[in-house]
C-alpha cells in the first residue's frame, strides 16, 4: 500500500515539475526567438537609414520654357562602396525605381521576391529551407519617390541559435526531469516515513490495546459462567468470584481511561487548563499520598526543595501535572525493596535558567540500557528486567499493568512544553528527571 502511495506520490511530482519546465522552456524560447528577430529588424532598420541618408541625388532638367526640374538617384555615387560593407554582416541591399523595376542588387541574380512596402520586417521563403528576413521602405526626396531600398537578412541568425538552444532546453529539461523523478522518490519517501511509521503504532496500539481488554474481560466472563452454571451456589465462593470481577472492571476502567487521556492529548481536543501551579506545594501533596503505600514496604520518600524562596512556578494544569508526579512515584515506589530509599528534588536547572526541574531517585531494580530506548512506548513493559519488588525484597512477577503510565507521563510533560529524560542501570536504581519551563508569577499560599 505504502509502495504504492510512494509511486504515485513521486510520479506526480515529476509530472508536474515536467510541465512546468516545458512551460517555462517554450516561454523562454519564445522570448529569445522574438528578441532576435527584433534585433534583425532593428539591425535592417538602422541600414536602411544610414544608406538612406548616403543615398546621392541629383535633379534632371528636361529643358523647355514648361519643364519642371526633376531628381534622379545617382546608382553609381550611391552605391559604390555599400556591397563590400553589407556583405561582412551578411546583409544585402536592392534599389528599385519609382516603377517598381530592380535597378541595382548585392545578390547574384534577382529574388523571385515581390515587391512590396513592409518598413516593419517580414520573413520570405526563397526556396526549399532558404529563408530571408527583410524590410522594405520606399524612399522620398522633397516629397518626390525616387525608389525602394530593401535590405535582406538570412534567416539561419535566427534557426541557428535558436535550434542550439532547443536542443539545450531538451536536454536540460530531459536532465532535470530525470534528477526531480529521482528527487521526488527520495522525497515522497521521506513524507511516507511518518505516516508508515504512525500507521504501524497505530496496529501496534490496536493490538496492544485489544490484548490487554481481552484478557480480563475473558476472565470476567468466566467467573460469571461458573457462577451461572453452579446449582447451588456457594456465598463465599460468590463473593469471591464478585471480588475479582469488581478488581478487574477497576483495571478495566482504569485501562479505558487512560486510553481516552491519549487519545484526547494526541488529537488535541483539550487543552490543559492553564493556572499558575507552585511546584514545591504540588510534590508535597504527592509524596505525602504516596507514603502511605510505601510505608507498607518501609521504603521512605525524601522531598528536598532547593531555594524554595526563589523557585517560581509553572503553568499548567493541577490535575495533569499533579497526575504526572504520581504516576512516577508510585513507579519507583512499586519497583523499589523495601531496603532502599527514594529521593525527589526540585532545583532550577542548571542547563537553562528558565526552567524548573523535578529529579525522582530510586534504588530500585533498574532498568537494562537496551529496553531504555523504549520505556515511554505504549504498552511497554520491561517484565523480565524490571519485576516487581515485595516488601520482603525478593522479586515477584510483574503486577498487572497496562504501561501506559510512562506513556501518559511523557505526553504530559510534552504538553506543558516540558522535557522527560530518564537514567537507569540494572540492581542501582532509576532517575527521571522532568524539566518545565518556569512561570513569570508565584500564585500566594492562603
Given at each position: 500500500?505504502?509502495?504504492?502511495?510512494?509511486?504515485?506520490?513521486?510520479?506526480?511530482?515529476t509530472?508536474?515539475?515536467?510541465?512546468?519546465?516545458l512551460?517555462?522552456?517554450?516561454?523562454?524560447?519564445?522570448?529569445?526567438?522574438?528578441t532576435?528577430?527584433?534585433?534583425?529588424?532593428?539591425t535592417?532598420?538602422?541600414?536602411?537609414?544610414?544608406?538612406?541618408?548616403?543615398?546621392?541625388?541629383?535633379?534632371?532638367?528636361?529643358?523647355?520654357?514648361?519643364?519642371?526640374?526633376?531628381?534622379?538617384?545617382?546608382?553609381?555615387?550611391?552605391?559604390?562602396?555599400?556591397?563590400?560593407?553589407?556583405?561582412?554582416?551578411?546583409?544585402?541591399?536592392?534599389?528599385?525605381?519609382?516603377?517598381?523595376?530592380?535597378?541595382?542588387?548585392?545578390?547574384?541574380a534577382?529574388?523571385?521576391?515581390?515587391?512590396?512596402?513592409?518598413?516593419?520586417?517580414?520573413?520570405?521563403?526563397?526556396?526549399?529551407?532558404?529563408?530571408?528576413?527583410?524590410?522594405?521602405?520606399q524612399?522620398?526626396?522633397?516629397?518626390?519617390?525616387?525608389?525602394?531600398?530593401?535590405?535582406?537578412?538570412?534567416?539561419?541568425?535566427?534557426?541557428?541559435?535558436?535550434?542550439?538552444?532547443?536542443?539545450?532546453?531538451a536536454?536540460?529539461?530531459?536532465?532535470t526531469?530525470?534528477?526531480?523523478?529521482?528527487m521526488?522518490?527520495?522525497?515522497?519517501?521521506?513524507?511516507?516515513?511518518?505516516?508508515?511509521?504512525?500507521?504501524?503504532?497505530?496496529?501496534?496500539?490496536?493490538?496492544?490495546?485489544?490484548?490487554?481488554?481481552?484478557?480480563?474481560?475473558?476472565?470476567?466472563?468466566?467467573?460469571?459462567?461458573?457462577?451461572?452454571?453452579?446449582?447451588?451456589p456457594?456465598?463465599?465462593?460468590?463473593?469471591?468470584?464478585l471480588?475479582?470481577?469488581?478488581r478487574?472492571?477497576?483495571?478495566?476502567g482504569r485501562?479505558?481511561d487512560?486510553?481516552?487521556?491519549?487519545?484526547?492529548?494526541d488529537?488535541?481536543?483539550?487543552?490543559p487548563?492553564?493556572?499558575?501551579?507552585?511546584?514545591?506545594?504540588?510534590?508535597?501533596?504527592?509524596v505525602?499520598?504516596?507514603?502511605?503505600?510505601?510505608?507498607?514496604?518501609?521504603?521512605?520518600?525524601?522531598?528536598?526543595?532547593?531555594?524554595?524562596?526563589?523557585?517560581?512556578?509553572?503553568?499548567?494544569?493541577?490535575?495533569?501535572?499533579?497526575?504526572?508526579?504520581?504516576?512516577?512515584?508510585?513507579?519507583?515506589?512499586?519497583?523499589?525493596?523495601?531496603?532502599?530509599?527514594?529521593?525527589?528534588?526540585l532545583?532550577?536547572?542548571?542547563?537553562?535558567?528558565?526552567q524548573?526541574?523535578?529529579?525522582?531517585?530510586?534504588?530500585?531494580?533498574?532498568?537494562?540500557?537496551?529496553?531504555?530506548?523504549?520505556?515511554?512506548?505504549?504498552?511497554?513493559?520491561?517484565?523480565?528486567?524490571?519485576?516487581?519488588?515485595?516488601?520482603?525484597?525478593?522479586?515477584?512477577?510483574?503486577?498487572?499493568?497496562?504501561g501506559?503510565?510512562?506513556?501518559?507521563?511523557?505526553?504530559?510533560?510534552?504538553?506543558?512544553?516540558?522535557?522527560?529524560?530518564?537514567?537507569?542501570?540494572?540492581?542501582?536504581?532509576?532517575?527521571?528527571?522532568?524539566?518545565?519551563?518556569?512561570?513569570?508569577?508565584?500564585?500566594?499560599?492562603?
Open positions: 500500500m505504502f509502495q504504492v502511495t510512494r509511486q504515485r506520490l513521486a510520479l506526480w511530482y509530472i508536474v515539475t515536467a510541465v512546468l519546465l512551460l517555462f522552456a517554450s516561454g523562454f524560447y519564445w522570448y529569445v526567438r522574438s532576435l528577430i527584433e534585433r534583425i529588424d532593428d535592417l532598420n538602422h541600414v536602411v537609414e544610414v544608406v538612406s541618408r548616403s543615398l546621392v541625388v541629383e535633379p534632371v532638367d528636361f529643358g523647355g520654357s514648361l519643364g519642371e526640374p526633376s531628381l534622379q538617384l545617382n546608382i553609381d555615387a550611391s552605391f559604390r562602396d555599400d556591397a563590400e560593407t553589407v556583405e561582412d554582416d551578411h546583409i544585402d541591399l536592392e534599389w528599385f525605381n519609382a516603377a517598381g523595376n530592380l535597378v541595382w542588387s548585392t545578390f547574384s534577382p529574388l523571385p521576391v515581390s515587391l512590396h512596402a513592409n518598413p516593419e520586417g517580414e520573413t520570405v521563403r526563397l526556396s526549399g529551407e532558404q529563408l530571408l528576413r527583410q524590410v522594405t521602405r524612399v522620398e526626396h522633397h516629397h518626390v519617390l525616387l525608389g525602394y531600398l530593401r535590405v535582406s537578412h538570412p534567416w539561419f541568425e535566427v534557426t541557428k541559435p535558436t535550434r542550439q538552444l532547443i536542443r539545450d532546453l536536454l536540460g529539461t530531459g536532465l526531469v530525470a534528477v526531480v523523478g529521482l521526488g522518490w527520495l522525497l515522497s519517501g521521506l513524507a511516507i516515513a511518518p505516516v508508515r511509521e504512525s500507521y504501524q503504532r497505530l496496529k501496534q496500539f490496536t493490538a496492544d490495546a485489544s490484548h490487554e481488554l481481552r484478557n480480563p474481560i475473558a476472565v470476567i466472563q468466566t467467573n460469571v459462567q461458573v457462577a451461572l452454571a453452579d446449582p447451588n456457594d456465598v463465599v465462593l460468590q463473593q469471591q468470584q471480588r475479582v470481577i469488581e478487574l472492571t477497576r483495571r478495566l485501562l479505558v487512560d486510553l481516552l487521556f491519549l487519545a484526547r492529548q488529537s488535541s481536543l483539550t487543552l487548563r492553564q493556572t499558575v501551579v507552585a511546584l514545591d506545594e504540588l510534590l508535597q501533596e504527592v505525602e499520598e504516596q507514603q502511605a503505600i510505601a510505608a507498607d514496604k518501609s521504603i521512605p520518600i525524601t522531598l528536598t526543595v532547593v531555594e524554595a524562596a526563589q523557585l517560581g512556578a509553572v503553568a499548567g494544569d493541577r490535575d495533569q501535572l499533579m497526575r504526572l508526579f504520581t504516576n512516577l512515584i508510585s513507579n519507583a515506589v512499586q519497583y523499589t525493596p523495601s531496603s532502599g530509599a527514594i529521593t525527589v528534588t532545583h532550577a536547572s542548571k542547563a537553562n535558567s528558565s524548573l526541574q523535578v529529579s525522582i531517585q530510586d534504588t530500585g531494580v533498574g532498568i537494562a540500557s537496551e529496553a531504555l530506548p523504549y520505556v515511554f512506548d505504549r504498552f511497554y513493559r520491561v517484565d523480565p528486567a524490571r519485576s516487581h519488588v515485595s516488601g520482603s525484597g525478593n522479586r515477584t512477577p510483574p503486577t498487572p499493568g497496562s501506559l503510565g510512562l506513556a501518559i507521563a511523557k505526553t504530559i510533560a510534552e504538553r506543558h512544553q516540558g522535557e522527560i529524560h530518564l537514567e537507569s542501570r540494572p540492581d542501582q536504581g532509576t532517575t527521571v528527571t522532568i524539566s518545565l519551563p518556569i512561570h513569570n508569577s508565584r500564585p500566594h499560599s492562603a
